[in-house]
Structures are given as C-alpha cells and as structure tokens.
C-alpha cells in the first residue's frame, strides 16, 4: 500500500469514527499519529508553520503552566489529557503531504459518520419510545445520548455547509437533490435537541449567508420570500415545539429580572434551577471570580471555588450540581486570567478575519460556531468539542486544505 492511500485512510478514519465511537479517539489520534510519524521518516510529509494552530499550541502550553500551582492536582491533570487536542492537532498537521489529497473522501467520511449517528439517535429514541411511551424519548439529551446535543447541532451546521458545497459542484450535481434531503433532516434535528446556540447559529449564518448570496444576483424578490417563508417556519416551529417557545419567554423574563437586581435574582432561585437561570447564576459567580483573580485561579481550582461561592450565597444544592461556568469565555477567564482570555480572543479574531481573506468559508464557519455556541457552553472542557474544533481548525487552515481550493 502506498504511503499516500494509508495517510488518506486513517485521516478518513480519524474524520469519522470518533463521532460514533468517542472512546476510541485516543487510539484513533495515535493510529494517525503513527502514520505521520512514518511519513516524516520517509520524508513524504514536510513541516510547514501555520500562525493558527500555532496559536492553539501556545494555549495548551499556558494551561500546562497554569497547572504547576493548582490547588487540586488531579483535576488538572485530567483537563490537561482532555485538552491535548491542542496541542496534537497542530503537530501532527503542520507536517504536510508534498502529494495532492483527494479531499471528497475526508467530507465523505465526516457525513457518512453524522448522518449515521443522526439514524442511529432517531432509532434509539423510537425504540425508548415503544417501550416507555413518553415522548421525551425525542428530546434533548434522550434524543442525543453519544454527545451533548449543543455538540451535535455543531457538528450538523458543518454537515450542512459541507453537502451544500457538493451539491454546487458539476461532479455531485445529480446528487443534489439527495443532499438537500439531508440537508433537510439535519436542520429539522435541531428542533428536538433544542440547543438555543445551535439554533441561533443556524439561523443567523445561514440567513446571513442567503442573503450576501442572493444579493449579490439581486434578486430581491427571492430574499423577501425566503425572509417571509422563515418567519412562518420560525412561528410554526413554536407552535408544534411548545417547549422551545417557553424556554425563550423564560429566558426574556429571567435576563429582565436579573438586570432588575442580579443580587436578590441570585439569592431568590428555588431548586431545581432551570437551565437558563442555572446558566445567569453560575455566570455571575464565574465572573465574580474572575473580577477578584484577574491573573487567573489556575486550572482545577474554579470547580471548588464556584462551589464554596454557591454555598456562601445559600444555594447549597446547586452547589452540589458541581457545574463548570457553562460559557468558555469565562471559564478561560477565571481559570487563566486576562492572558489567557487575551489570546483565546485573539485566536478567534485573527481565524475569522484569515478565513475571510483567504475565502476560506468552511474554516469561518468552524470558528464562528466554535465562538457562538462558547457564550451558552464550556465548548473546550469536553472532547466532543476539543476534538471536533481543534481537529477542523488545524486540517482547514493547512496547506493540504488549500491546495485543494486552487
């Protein structure tokens, strides 16, 4: 076997696989690993610097050092081993192939894993239905037991963007239709996961995309009728999702309570907590934090710190919960200060605007989900997220990405 059909092979497998088998990540990286390591010493793979990867390298590196003064060592080991995507994913892509990647092959890989997981849910859910009868079955986290369901619509808005650029080029043109019926299924599926950040961030790129892409034909009788059609879609979705349309009345009404007084909005919560009022909570206790240790608290220590912060304000129970920030700004911010929350800014910024420069719209796509979904969700403190982002980022800002774009 050619060294460029076994490169081709385990990126393939690495591509896909983890999404159905997460355990498996860590042997699927060293099985990749492995085959670049044998590139190098064949000398089929040559380093190329690459600032972006680069830069996610050098926040592992400050986690690393944010660990050595931890009050709680284990912890912070356990994050450095699930954060070591960081700093793999840009070593092992900044060796790259002097042969050309037939890149369709990585995408089929990529949607052959999630539209496999997406049946494999709906499946499953059918089946806890037939036997419990209980409708929650298609809901959420029931819905979505192999990822977090924040983490599944990521990986589905990637999917979307990925089948509509086949589906515009002459090679896949027969095909189209059966990629837009995927299409279909993959937005319909962020209706029950009910992730308020994978909505938001279908909606506002997608329609933002649309409409850049029909303005530019001027064909402004269409971009009425497309915004017309979402708006009717968008008031029958709450009607047949009901759920959804409370959770965002719940969530007008508690963000005007908390900004009437965040102190007695705090110390008046009853437990259980619903999401969004667990999320302006521990917000507030996470930034709390962050204000009084602007150089940072180390990594392992804010778990303990939000939780003596909760009991302090009375809310034992919730404190118990043991629940990270739940938004990766300020979780970066309380853990490793104003460097760290600097640079993890500065990562974002300078992807989005190379990515636009370089046209390069699967890459932008990437960060700005990556920088939407980080204000509801600790994005990096899973591997669902660490792996999908980290992974994307360095193979789309990489040389054997571009080649394939000329």
Not at 26 to 47: D, H, P, Q, R
Not at 241 to 266: C, E, G, H, M, R
Request: glycine content about 6%; some cysteine.
């Amino acid at each position: 076997m050619s060294f460029e059909r076994l490169y081709l092979i385990t990126l393939c497998l690495l591509t896909g696989m983890w999404i159905l088998f997460p355990h498996f990540t860590s042997l699927l990286v060293c099985l990749f690993g492995l085959v670049v390591v044998y590139g190098i010493l064949k000398k089929e793979l040559v380093f190329t610097f690459q600032l972006l990867p680069s830069l996610l390298a050098l926040l592992y590196i400050i986690y690393l050092v944010y660990a050595i003064p931890t009050n709680h060592l284990p912890i912070a080991l356990d994050f450095l081993e699930y954060k070591l995507s960081l700093l793999v994913f840009p070593f092992l892509f900044s060796f790259q192939p002097k042969f050309r990647l037939d890149w369709k092959y990585v995408c089929y890989s990529f949607l052959l894993a999630v539209t496999v997981l997406v049946f494999f849910d709906l499946i499953q859910a059918s089946v806890n239905y037939s036997n419990s009868g209980i409708l929650n079955a298609f809901y959420s986290s029931a819905l979505s037991p192999t990822h977090h369901p924040t983490y599944l619509t990521a990986f589905l808005s990637f999917a979307i963007l990925l089948l509509l650029q086949l589906s515009w080029t002459s090679t896949f043109a027969k095909l189209k239709w059966g990629f837009y019926g995927i299409i279909g299924l993959f937005v319909l599926m962020h209706i029950p996961l009910s992730s308020l950040s994978g909505m938001l961030f279908l909606c506002l790129f997608f329609g933002l995309a649309m409409l850049i892409y029909y303005a530019k034909k001027k064909r402004w009788g269409l971009i009425i009728f497309i915004f017309c059609a979402g708006c009717v879609m968008g008031f029958s979705i709450l009607r047949v999702q009901p759920s959804l349309k409370t959770n965002i009345n719940n969530t007008v009404d508690l963000v005007a309570s908390y900004a009437a007084s965040p102190q007695k909005f705090i110390q008046s919560r009853p437990f259980p907590m619903q999401g969004n009022e667990a999320r302006l909570v521990i917000w507030t206790v996470a930034f709390d934090i962050f204000l009084d240790h602007p150089m940072g608290v180390n990594l392992g220590n804010l778990e303990a710190m939000m939780h003596q912060r909760l009991v302090e304000l009375g809310l034992n129970k919730q404190a118990d919960l043991n629940y990270n920030p739940h938004n990766q700004f300020l979780q970066i911010a309380a853990e490793l200060g104003i460097i760290g929350l600097l640079l993890f800014l500065g990562i974002l910024l300078y992807g989005i605007v190379w990515a636009i420069s370089s046209k390069n719209w699967l890459l932008l796509l990437v960060i700005l989900s990556l920088a939407i979904n980080c204000l509801f969700e600790s994005m990096l403190q899973r591997q669902s997220g660490i792996v999908f982002y980290c992974f994307w980022i360095c193979l789309l800002s990489s040389s054997m990405y571009k080649k394939e774009l000329k």
